[in-house]
Structures are given as C-alpha cells and as structure tokens.
C-alpha cells in the first residue's frame, strides 16, 4: 500500500493548474509581485488566496503542508523555471511528498 505524502495534495494540484494557464510574462521565480507585476509560486499562491503578505513563506509552507526546507528551496529565486516548470515541480511534490 502506498504512504500518503504529508502534503495538501489538493492545494498543490490546484496551484499547479493554475500556473500552468499562466502567460510567461506573469511568472517569475525572481518576483513576489505586487500589482500588476510577475509573481512566483508563493506569490501566486498568497495572491490566490488572498494573503496580502506576497513574502509569506511560512504561510504558503504551511497550506501546502511542505517543511520549511522544502519551502525555501521550492519558492527560491535561484530556480529560473517557468510557470508550467514550476507547475510540473508541484505536482511531483504532490505524487511524492518530496521537492
């Protein structure tokens, strides 16, 4: 029998939905955003859900259900994706548990 990952799957395949409809210029790893202006995937998921702190990493970590660890290396602006990269990231994080 397979272990359940101790993730908000649902969140996380929702978000990943969503970024995979994004336009490239909507996305970016090296932006929270504000405005009108490109976000990343904390950014996005604060803007979702209407989280008005766009820097929130311990917001976002926690409606994921990821470590902390994990969520500084997922919202890191090193990771140069694009939104259906990131979008793909999540849902592996989804089906694993694991970033």
Known sequence: MLH?????VDRIMALADFLDGLEGERFSM??????????????????????FRHDDVEYARKVLGISYTSACALFGPENDWTAQQAASVLRRIAVTGEY
């Open 4 to 8: 359940k990952p101790d993730v908000n």
């Open 30 to 51: 090296r932006q929270w955003g504000a405005g009108g202006e490109p976000r990343c995937i904390c950014g996005w998921l604060c803007e979702n859900d209407a989280h």
